[in-house]
Structure formats: structure tokens, C-alpha cells
């Protein structure tokens, strides 16, 4: 069944009238209202299709999310962990981590997500790589079902505990034997390779700093095996590549190269300290990148340097990181704090708000290893946002309604389509109910934290 809206705004031109026609799970046609086809116009004539009014609105696709720690929503604004870097960082929330549940994974997924789709994201990654007290990536997976939400799963892993010179507690940590069988299961279960796929497995150890050289090896061989994308943590500050240094041998890019994680198929966080030769490798290789400069700015990491990224051809694309190290999911602000920490570092000239936006688009698309989203044209994905400029953040932005969404505040989306499917209308959702789900956050957060305080009663 086609819907229209109007009005579309192409390629940041105003246009009052502009009309997308969506048609089972893609866009079907694109382009001004007048030159609508005949038999959309009989179709919405007739009651078989459904017209959105979106006069006033920019309409663009759907923002992708390429790197997030959904539990972490459960341990925001934690005392112990508001002003450490890194590895302090880490060790002070392990503790607490240690003591969640699949409840509290299913529930923090849930709200991790309600907040994304309501800041413009409509297709995410999740990196999860704890697992304790019988949780599984399947809760992960069965909260993006409830939500509609197109979802790349990225099973993560910690093999080397603090008996071994690892970061994490040993017990977080897992056998490399049952990381390995458990990845296997998922991508059978769930990995859906097709077009428009709602669901993608991705294999991700978390870090050079908390899984062995030979996981990492195994988990790259897996992952060609079946397929599947994979994804880690790389340089994300001074001390991660001192570690790697002392410990490898290498820098972390080199490191990367050395097990076989560089190529297409591969996407690494952070990234703030790649180094020349490793975004000369990455560009080489089309290894991706996930920007979180919200996060880097959080814990002091420092700037990345997407511009000499993306001049050296390296798929760069946005992730808005654990909410314990960006406390606010909002993935448009991630666009604004995008451009703005890169004029901070390299001139008022370093990014655009219009690059930032395909950053969040096209960018993410490119680094999960899709060409079906981040685009609106016939034949993609039908993941459609659409923000109202009428409120009082845009007040007087009409001149620039595209780069008004980055330079201004940005507010909640008023409708989300993902896969064909209204989740979000008139800035509500759809079929979920928030404020319950909020409230049975609320809970888990604090029982959460008297489960780490009286761990005996857990
Ligand atoms: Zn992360």
C-alpha cells in the first residue's frame, strides 16, 4: 500500500512539494507532488493507500546507529564513574555490571532504543559483551523485535580476566570455547544476509584489552566463514595504544592488520588514535570507523580525525556509544556534536552539517555493510524520518530547514517509518506503551545498583 508525503525536501532545497510513495517494506518513488504518477493518485482516491501530511517537516531517511552498549542506559550518570577517563572508568562500572540480568538487558534495550528512534535512528548496533547471570544476546534481540527496529547485534566477548593481565573482573569474563559455539548459534538463528534484512549478527570481541590475539583470529575466520560483519574497540585514547604497544608490539591499526581485522566487513570504534599509516590502511582496505564524539569528549579521549578519514576513503559512520560514557542517545545531537567537535579541532571549514547528515545516513549504511538504507531512492529500505521545524528550536531556521536539523537543537522526530512501518506518529509511538516501560527501568536501575551493594541478597 504507497503512502505519500508532502513536502519532501531533496538534497537540502526547499521544496513545498515533494512526495515519497512507499510501497510493502521500500520506497517506491520519489519526487515533487505534481509529477506523482496516476496511479498513486487513484490509489489514494480510492482508500487503497494512506497520505501523511507532513507540510512544514524535513523529511530525510532514517539515521543509522553504529555503535552503542544498550545495558549500559541502567548506569547513567553513575557517581563513582562521571569524571574517569577510560580504564578507570571501566573498572569502577565492572562491579555493578557484574549484577545484571536478562530482564535488565531486555528492558535497557528496549529504552536504549525508544530513545534513538525518537532522535531519528532507525537502524542500530548493539555491542554487547557481558553476559552474566544467564543472559544471552537473544534478549538483545528479542527487545529490537518488540520495538521494530532494524537491528545489527553484535555479539561481543570478554576471554581475558584480571588473572590474566585483562581490564574486566574474571568473573565477566567467558571461555573462548563457549564464545565461539555461542556466535556460531546466533548467526544460524538469527542472521538474515538479504535485502531489507530487520536482522544482522555481527561477531565482536570487545577489546585488545579484555579478549586473547587468538579469539580475535578465530572470531575474523568464523565471521568470513559465515558471512558476517565484525566489530571492536580500536585506539581510543593515548593508553589504549600505549597498551597496545607494550603488550603487541604494534600500534592498534597495526594490531588490526596483523589478526586480520581490516577489509569491508570490519568496523572499529572510536579510533580517535589511528594514526597516519592506519587511516592510510583503513582507506586502502575500506575498513570503517564508528565516530562517537560525544563519548570522546566525555571520557577525554581526545578528537578523531574524520576528516583525514574520509579523504583517505575510510567508511565513516556515527555511534552514540554506551550510555554510561555518553549519558544522552540522541543520534541527530551526535550529528551536531559531530561537525562541532571537528570545527573545535580543525577550523570552521572541517565538516559541514550537510556531511554530517550523510555521515549519519550514508556513512552508517556504508560501515554496517549495506546498501539498502541511509538513502532515499526507489528500491531502498522504506526508513523514513520526518522533524517538525515549527517549534520553537527552529524559529526563524527556514532559510536552511536541512542544516537547521544540525546547527539547531535538535528535537524528537514527529513520524519514523522502519521497514514500511509507522513505529512513531506524531511524535508518538505506535504500539509501545513508554511510560510503563520507563517506570520498569526506573526499578531495574535501582535494583541494579542494591544488587551491587548487597550482593548477598542477589
Ligand atoms: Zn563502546
Given at each position: 500500500m504507497p503512502r505519500c508525503w508532502s513536502p519532501w525536501t531533496p538534497r537540502g532545497a526547499r521544496s513545498p512539494t515533494g512526495a515519497v510513495v512507499i510501497e510493502g517494506p521500500a520506497v517506491a518513488w520519489v519526487g515533487a507532488t505534481a509529477e506523482l504518477p496516476a496511479a498513486y493518485i487513484d490509489a489514494l482516491r480510492s482508500g487503497q493507500a494512506e497520505a501523511i501530511d507532513l507540510h512544514g517537516h524535513v523529511v530525510m531517511p532514517g539515521l543509522v546507529n553504529t555503535h552503542h552498549h544498550m545495558y549500559q542506559s541502567l548506569t547513567r550518570a553513575v557517581?563513582?564513574?562521571?569524571d574517569a577517563e577510560l580504564f578507570g572508568w571501566l573498572t569502577n562500572l565492572y562491579l555493578l555490571?557484574?549484577?545484571?540480568?536478562p530482564e535488565m538487558i531486555r528492558v535497557s534495550t528496549q529504552t536504549a532504543m525508544a530513545e534513538l528512534m525518537l532522535s531519528g535512528c532507525t537502524t542500530t548496533s548493539d555491542h554487547l559483551y557481558l553476559f552474566p547471570n544467564g543472559s544471552r544476546l537473544d534478549d538483545s534481540i528479542a527487545a529490537a523485535e518488540v520495538m521494530g527496529m532494524r537491528f545489527h547485534?553484535?555479539?561481543?566477548?570478554?576471554?581475558?580476566?584480571r588473572s590474566l593481565g585483562g581490564l574486566p573482573p574474571d568473573e565477566l569474563v567467558e571461555s573462548e570455547e563457549a564464545i565461539l559455539a555461542d556466535s556460531e548459534r546466533l548467526v544460524g538463528r538469527y542472521h538474515d544476509a538479504g535485502r531489507h534484512a530487520m536482522r544482522r549478527i555481527v561477531l565482536a570481541p570487545c577489546s585488545p584489552f579484555s579478549v586473547s590475539r587468538e579469539l580475535m583470529r578465530l572470531s575474523a575466520e568464523l565471521a568470513r566463514e559465515r558471512g558476517v560483519s565484525l566489530h571492536t574497540h580500536l585506539a581510543e585514547n593515548d593508553n589504549d595504544v600505549a597498551y597496545s604497544r607494550e603488550k603487541f608490539g604494534m600500534t592498534p591499526a597495526q594490531y588490526a592488520e596483523d589478526l586480520g581485522w581490516v577489509g569491508r566487513d570490519v568496523w572499529h570504534a572510536h579510533c580517535v588514535k589511528l594514526d597516519e599509516a592506519g587511516i592510510a590502511l583503513f582507506g586502502r582496505t575500506g575498513t570503517g570507523v564508528a565516530h562517537c564524539p560525544c563519548s570522546n569528549m566525555r571520557l577525554a579521549s581526545g578528537i578523531a580525525p574524520i576528516g583525514a578519514m574520509r579523504r583517505a576513503g575510510v567508511p565513516v559512520g556515527l555511534g552514540v556509544d554506551g550510555s554510561a560514557s555518553n549519558d544522552g542517545a540522541h543520534l541527530l545531537g551526535e550529528a551536531r556534536q559531530a561537525m562541532l567537535l571537528q570545527r573545535v579541532g580543525y577550523g570552521p571549514a572541517a565538516m559541514t552539517a550537510r556531511e554530517a547528515l550523510e555521515i549519519a545516513t550514508l556513512g552508517g549504511?556504508?560501515?554496517?555493510?549495506?546498501?539498502?538504507?541511509?538513502?532515499?531512492?526507489p528500491g531502498m529500505s522504506a526508513d523514513i524520518v520526518a522533524f517538525d521545524l515549527q517549534d520553537v528550536g527552529h524559529a526563524g531556521a527556514g532559510h536552511d530547514p536541512v542544516a537547521a536539523l544540525v546547527f539547531c537543537q535538535p528535537g524528537s522526530v514527529a513520524l519514523s517509518v522502519i521497514n514500511g512501518l509507522v513505529v512513531i506518529?506524531?511524535?508518538?509511538?505506535?504500539k509501545l506503551e513508554l511510560?510503563?516501560?520507563l517506570a520498569r527501568h526506573r526499578k531495574l536501575a535501582r535494583a541494579l545498583f542494591e544488587r551491587a551493594r548487597h550482593p548477598h541478597i542477589a
Open positions: 557517581p563513582e564513574a562521571q555490571w557484574a549484577r545484571i540480568t547485534a553484535a555479539r561481543g566477548s570478554m576471554s581475558v580476566g549504511a556504508r560501515v554496517l555493510g549495506r546498501d539498502d538504507i541511509g538513502a532515499l531512492a506518529r506524531e511524535g508518538a509511538f505506535e511510560k510503563p516501560l
